[in-house]
């Protein structure tokens, strides 16, 4: 921001570091096949496991993490759950296809040295929301409940898609040249984008155009997890535009480049896409409209711009693989909850209407919104919460008919050490409020299916 310093921890979640073990419970802690893991299992287990799927990280964790926030672990632990985690063979980057064969690698030495569940919940957060639900709906029989926590619900293809939407904006609307996907030199491309962006944020002229880029992969003009959305309009865009120089630019460098490997080539698009559809799709349009206004300048004619610019083609075999390791179906033989934080500008709370979409039994989802700005900015009491209303679910069959004001008050009542997040802003541990929300999001910009043959997206036209 022009007046605001920012301190960013640079992962696609948030890091957190293992509490000691607790007495009465036993640690183990190993590798499988080059992929190490953590296991915390209660004396007085109650029988069922909780198996952690953790996201990309940006550097090599201090430890392997078990749920999303520590005192989450420390309180299940407590209540005699067990939880375990394989860091997976490549821990760092994109990493969804080892999550998927190290996360069963490790439930299949739990059962053959620890016994065998009464039931088990797969869980996770980021990227890992979603790797949880596809590893649930790849082994059915396995696992009697999914957790996503802030996830890449909408699947792979969607979100890298949604970072090809800000970078080709960027470089169009900004005049910046960027290899749109399988840059040349990654850094150096990543490094270009985001110096344009911190010189538009300075430029009444260009700053209308930094919110049309974010308002097309839902960004929004809200950062700070303990303050509410901003009423200007001026300090929305400060905030978009931090949210694309610090983590949407990735998707021009090294990020991409990484899953780009995975994939075997690019599995990004924009060839079809009507920009001014995703536009009206976005949960951020009046933002732009407003800040195009209040500077004078022509919404349309940029949109002219977007529509003009040449485009992107996929390579369909890495289309396919991003389906085939991130892109949960809606297949749901049990009960599945999402939590996502209302202004979280790296995977919007969109993923969540996109997954509900695709869900073949409806009665068996429930979705939450948390009322504040950040990404997987969660207190434990509200983590705890959301695992115990799955938990009723799963024991009971049937959804708790508490609604968000009881689920409040009840995270309330957990007391003040489990209600920290992480503010990004000054790097800070703070204490908020506990605040679940209605899901309400509007529907994801950039919805699948996909046809590879034709390089377009059939309902985005």
């Known amino acids: 921001m022009r007046k605001l310093g920012v301190v960013l921890v640079v ?66 632990l407590s209540q005699g759950y067990a939880l375990g985690a394989s860091l997976f063979r490549t821990p760092v980057g994109w990493s969804a296809e080892d999550g998927l064969r190290d996360q069963v ?66 470089s169009v609307l900004l005049g910046v040249e960027v290899d749109l996907v399988e840059a040349a030199d990654p850094a150096a491309n990543e490094a270009r984008l ?64 990484d899953m780009e490997r995975w994939a075997g080539g690019n599995p990004s698009w924009n060839a079809g896409v009507d920009y001014r559809r995703l536009l009206s799709r976005s949960d951020e349009r009046a933002l732009v409209s407003k800040a ?23 390579d369909a075999r890495a289309v396919a693989y991003l389906a085939r390791t991130s892109l949960p179906v809606g297949l749901t033989p049990w009960p599945v909850l999402t939590v996502h934080n209302a202004g979280d500008g790296l995977l919007p709370a969109s993923n969540g209407s996109a997954y509900a979409a695709r869900v073949r039994q409806p009665e068996r989802l429930r979705q939450y919104s948390v009322d504040r700005a950040g990404h997987c900015r969660f207190s434990a009491a509200e983590e705890i919460v959301a695992f115990r209303v799955l938990f009723e ?42 605040a679940f929300a209605p899901f309400e999001a509007g529907p994801s910009p950039r919805p699948l299916p996909f046809s590879p043959a034709s390089g377009t997206q059939s309902n985005n036209r």
């Open 11 to 76: 992962v696609l979640m948030g890091l957190v570091v293992a509490p000691a073990a607790a007495s009465g419970v036993r640690r183990y802690e190993g590798e499988i096949d080059g992929a190490r893991y953590r296991v915390m299992v209660p004396d007085r287990w109650n029988g069922t496991l909780v198996l952690w799927s953790h996201g990309a990280f940006g550097s090599m964790p201090a430890a392997i993490p078990l749920t999303n926030r520590p005192e989450t672990e420390e309180h299940l």
């Open 292 to 314: 195009y206004a209040a500077a004078g300048l022509d919404l349309e004619a940029d949109l002219d711009r977007l529509a003009a610019a040449p485009r992107v083609a996929p």
């Open 194 to 257: 985001t110096e344009a962006v911190t010189a538009a944020s300075a430029d009444p002229a260009a700053r209308p155009r930094l919110a049309l880029a974010a308002a097309l992969a839902d960004v929004p003009g809200w950062f700070d997890p303990t303050a509410p959305r901003p009423a200007s309009v001026d300090e929305q865009v400060d905030w978009a535009a931090v949210w694309l120089r610090y983590f949407r630019v990735w998707a021009a460098g090294p990020a991409r480049a």
């Open 393 to 434: 679910r799963i024991g009971t069959g049937r959804w708790p008919a508490a609604d968000v004001a009881a689920m409040n008050a009840e995270a309330t009542a957990l007391g003040p050490a489990r209600h920290l997040v992480h503010n990004p802003v000054t790097g800070a541990e703070v204490a908020v409020a506990p």
């Open 105 to 170: 690698a490790l439930l299949d030495w739990f059962r053959r040295e620890v016994g065998a569940p009464r039931r088990t919940v797969s869980a996770g957060a980021s990227i890992g929301g979603a790797t949880s639900l596809v590893l649930a709906e790849r082994n059915p029989g396995r696992f009697d409940g999914a957790l996503s926590l802030c996830g890449a619900t909408a699947g792979g293809a969607t979100y890298w898609n949604s970072g090809l939407d800000v970078v080709f904006a960027l």
